[in-house]
């Protein structure tokens, strides 16, 4: 059975920093890529980043780039999200979600769909 | 960038049709995937490749995706299809990945 389970949410101050972790069992997950899509209260989903399965080849939203870096370490079986200058618009809650599709024939890796979420973990920026 | 617009909300009685929709500038020319949340809980696949089915969703759910519109249309519709629905395209220009902003639908 395919699991995904996020950690390291919480409250944090503005300007703060946090990491983010995705636990990742039930498939192989060297071969997969992988995203995080946040949820604000109330509010629907935005999607933040995304990695292939080597590491090599990574996207973000512009709203996190250059504050947010995503990575993965394949024999932890996990996926991380480190965020740094914090501020309260980024409290959401966080998914770590799969990516079947692999890249094309040409070997052109990009965010198709996400098969499977975790159950997210929450992060609230206030002071 | 790429909008999806997406009706805030849908209301359909058990046993009848919905139908929602996912508006966007061609959307015809792309790959359209929809999303259900239901209330506290995280998103789960329903559609994928505009028309394609995960294993374990109900023939219920089916998708189309023609010119500027996308419809996720939900037939004989349960109680337990009360959830939040999302639409989700890739926009290869900007490098991102895009939401629709979510319909909400109730079963009367």
């Known amino acids: 059975e395919v699991q995904l389970v996020e950690s390291g949410g919480g409250l944090v101050q503005p300007g703060g920093s946090l990491r983010l972790s995705c636990a990742a069992s039930?498939?192989?997950?060297?071969?997969?890529?992988m995203n995080w899509v946040r949820q604000a209260p109330g509010k629907g989903l935005e999607w933040l980043s995304y990695?292939?399965?080597?590491?090599?080849?990574?996207y973000y939203a512009d709203s996190v780039k250059g504050r947010f870096t995503i990575s993965r370490d394949n024999a932890k079986n996990s996926l991380y999200l480190q965020m740094n200058s914090l501020r309260a618009e980024d409290t959401a809650v966080y998914y770590c979600?799969?990516?079947?599709?692999?890249?094309?024939?040409?070997?052109?890796?990009?965010?198709?769909?996400?098969?499977?979420w975790g159950q997210g973990t929450l992060v609230t920026v206030s002071s | 960038s790429y909008v999806l617009t997406q009706p805030p909300s849908v209301s359909v009685a058990p046993g009848k049709t919905a139908r929602i929709t996912c508006g966007g500038n061609?959307?015809?020319?792309?790959?359209v995937h929809w999303y259900q949340q239901r209330p506290g809980q995280a998103p789960v696949l329903v559609v994928y490749d505009d028309s394609d089915r995960p294993s374990g969703i109900p023939e219920r759910f089916s998708g189309s995706n023609s010119g500027n519109t996308a419809t996720l249309t939900i037939s004989r519709v349960e109680a337990g299809d009360e959830a939040d629905y999302y639409c989700?395209?890739?926009?290869?220009?900007?490098?991102?990945?895009?939401f629709g902003g979510g319909t909400k639908l109730t079963v009367l």
């Open positions: 061609d959307i015809g020319t792309k790959s």
């Open positions: 979600a799969r990516d079947p599709a692999g890249g094309d024939s040409s070997g052109y890796y990009r965010p198709y769909y996400f098969d499977y």
């Open positions: 990695i292939i399965s080597s590491g090599t080849t990574i």
């Open positions: 989700q395209v890739w926009h290869g220009s900007s490098d991102h990945v895009v």
């Open positions: 039930g498939f192989t997950f060297s071969s997969y890529e």
